[in-house]
Nanobody, 127 residues
């Protein structure tokens, strides 16, 4: 069982940066792939980034590749999303996600297979 709590959202101007954090409680954090999804009203949930157990493998949506960086600190049971060069279209509620997967894989897909979700944190990028 994992509980995920996100923080770090807020209002930022286009071109600015934010760093989201997701702290997990539970004993099995290091055996879960972690990731970030986002959703805007009336739109489907969108995969943003994912990272494997060790942090050795990462995946990004095409819309954020080169601008966002996902990382994790297993000792702190925390996953981060560094968001740079933010655009108004990045405005959304961002959700932390965890899925128990084999070592080295990420496999978060569209979120239907995710085991645990955080409560979400709002990111608003003004133009």
């Amino acid at each position: 069982q994992l509980e995920l709590v996100e923080s770090g959202g807020g209002l930022v101007q286009a071109g600015g940066s934010l760093r989201l954090s997701c702290v997990a409680s539970g004993r099995t954090f290091s055996s879960h792939a972690m990731g970030w999804f986002r959703q805007t009203p009336g739109m489907e949930r969108e995969f943003v980034a994912g990272i494997s157990w060790s942090g050795g493998s990462t995946q990004y949506a095409g819309s954020v590749k080169g601008r966002f960086t996902i990382s994790r600190d297993n000792a702190k049971k925390t996953v981060y999303l560094q968001m740079d060069s933010l655009k108004p279209e990045d405005t959304a509620v961002y959700y932390c996600a965890a899925r128990r997967v084999p070592y080295g894989t990420i496999s978060l897909g569209n979120g239907d297979e995710v085991d645990y979700w955080g409560q979400g944190t709002q990111v608003t990028v003004s133009s």
